[in-house]
């Protein structure tokens, strides 16, 4: 069985082939939310965590992720998301790899986010604000800069000094510029990708410009969020998958409940978006935006990939 590590996946793994991937994989195939999603309750509740099971096959390959999430672990100077990947034959079972989960998670999460914006946002956007300085914001300013001609880099963090840590390690030939009034740089933004732990609205819808594309990548428990019920109502909202979103997203259920905007108004997945030969956009002036919540099927490709291409 081959053990693949951080380092390992990260030769091997392209954000340009990872999309392209999860591109056809999507429209070939509906992804359903297999997923099992449990709270570990700890006798400090600041230290609550998750446990996530995430299966997924196809007619070569079954994998399954387990990964936990704990928020608390950043005030240790821990990693808050911890995994690992098992990928198997689907046809004996038999183990064929095991891969560092985490950084498979980062991959495809970016990949998603990048694949997102390829749909939905405008052909000439050039200006991308990253809402968070975590594990996720390099590989979806990477990711971005696989699809979309990106030419500045717009980086806020609660924590300024993250992000400037960030900046001064990120090592790309993009600019990037801290900003610490997100309220200022919210109108300069062609795309908006926030992967936080936020529990409380981030982004203000009357801030979105019109034309801009948002990526709600963060906020995977009803308990979480990063936009305020006004983005939804005046954005075209899309899902990576409904049953997930619909079970996780908190920005979604938050606005529904509170009556600001309705889940009933949700215009697809992630599976009709790939499906379509022609532009997603009805019109420039519009806003999109697209709701992630994870789905196994994201981490079987990005796995296979690694996989198949280590094996060459």
Known sequence: MVTLSRNDIL??????????????????????????????????????????????WDREFLGVKIATIFPSNLQLNLPSVNASYLLSSSTTGVPLALMDGATLTQLRTAAIAGLASALLSRDNAHTLLMVGAGTLAL?????????RSIERVLLWNRTPSSAFRLKDHAELAIPIEVVEDLDRAIPQADIISCATLSKSPLIKGKLVQPGAHVNLIGAYTPAMRESDGDLLTKSRVFVDTLGGALKEGGDLISADAEGSWNISRIEGQLQDLCSLSGSTRQHDGEITVFKSVGSGIQDLVAAKLAYLKHIE
């Open 11 to 56: 030769a091997l793994v392209a954000y340009p082939d990872l999309i392209a991937l999860l591109r056809d994989s999507y429209a070939s195939r509906p992804a359903g939310p297999t997923r099992f999603h449990v709270n570990i309750e700890s006798t400090n509740q600041d230290a609550d965590g998750t446990l996530l099971l995430m299966p997924w």
């Open 139 to 147: 590989p979806i300013i990477k990711a971005h800069s696989a699809v």
